[in-house]
């Protein structure tokens, strides 16, 4: 059976991060991981979690099955959190508890290959590394757009344009809600706007990713563009990732909503959405969305987790803005304050981020990503040395 069967290539990212627990330096640092880190480079469980855990175990009465929706409290919390509270009861919309943000991106792109095989899906460049495998993993046909031009930090907004008007109706288009991974640089609220506007007259679907809400300036503030869009459009998914803003990573705790344009469409894509969430996993794991429901639902515990967001953003935007004044040859960091969230993505080449790894412990995505949060306790100019001396010896 296995005889014609190839290794894949290792994961460029999962290689980095075992090169770095090898390497002996002292000095080393890790801006390739992808989860928050504190000060002291730890991810702990946050106060609020330990909480809404230690009720559980007290008042825990069963764990017998649930069914392939999950909790269905979690997912109304959730989507309330989400995408404000009239979509709970609103019965175009469907939400549906999922095993992470990626199981709920899957979820979608069954349905989406299920209603609509042939639906293109359209992701700006670079996008989040597991966007490709899990379109590819359903057969979808993924095009592809400019979404950031790293010399100069921002946001190709017209490639998007002309993406969607390019597009057929019916394509969906993968935006992400807020603090795009891999480079921080979200829409303006007039880009929004635009981008409502867009979708509707080339009659284009939204998929919605919510990776960071609070991440970015706080939980409403982050979802006002992608909110504005869910409700502007007949058609749309959202998917919802608690992995960061609840430190739950492990956990896969995450939800998918989907609007349709009446409800007894949103039915026909409940029995969808149930029925391929049966076939592959049958129903989700509960612990990560018992502690989320628990902490949204109680006033205490609530405000516990919203503070210790808070403490999460505001570190990241320190180290942000600590990074715009550097002085580094060619790259403009000044963009990076206003951008958003755990990433950023600086104009190296390959060569230049190897150069980085051998000469200078430094550790990054070989796309040139870095974790803001690996940079909370460093020596920043070390760092734009380090960068200095990679530009200059390898800019001919
Ligand atoms: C843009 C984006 N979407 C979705 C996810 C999925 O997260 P998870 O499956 O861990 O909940 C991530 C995680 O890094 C992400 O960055």
Known sequence: MFEDLRPRPPDPLLDTIRQFRADPRASKLDLGVGVYQDAQGRTPVLRSVKDAERRLLETQQTKTYLGAEGDLDYARALGALALGNDVVGDDTVFGVQAPGGTGALRLGAELIRAANPQAQIWLGRPSWANHDPIFNAVGATIR????????????????????????????????????????????????????????????????????????????????????????????????????????????????LFVRASDAAKADSVRSNVLGIARANYSMPPDHGAAIVRTILSETALRSMWEE?????????????????????????????????????????????????????????????????????????????????????????
């Open 144 to 255: 592809d757009y400019q979404h950031f031009n790293a010399e100069k930090q921002s946001v190709c907004f017209d490639s998007l344009m002309a993406a969607m008007k390019e597009a057929n109706a019916g394509d969906v288009f993968v935006l992400h809600a807020a603090c795009h991974n891999p480079t921080g640089a979200d829409f303006s609220m007039e880009e929004w706007q635009e981008i409502a506007q867009a979708l509707l007259r080339y009659r284009l679907v939204p998929f919605l990713d919510t990776a960071y809400q609070g991440f970015a300036r706080g939980l409403e503030e982050d979802m006002a563009g992608a909110r504005l869009v869910f409700r502007a459009v007949p058609e749309a998914f959202v998917s919802v990732s608690c992995s960061k803003n609840f430190g739950l990573y492990r956990e896969r705790t995450g939800a």
């Open 308 to 396: 210790e967001l808070v403490a999460m953003r505001e570190s990241l935007q320190g180290v942000r803005a600590r990074l715009a004044r550097l002085r580094v040859n060619s790259i403009d960091f000044a963009p990076i304050a206003q951008q958003n969230g755990m990433f950023a993505t600086l104009p190296l080449t390959k060569a230049q981020v190897a150069r980085l790894k051998d000469e200078h412990g430094i550790y990054m995505a070989p796309s040139g990503r870095i974790n803001i949060a690996g940079l909370m306790s460093a020596d920043l100019d070390s760092f734009a040395a380090a960068l200095r001396s990679v530009l200059v010896d390898t800019a001919a």
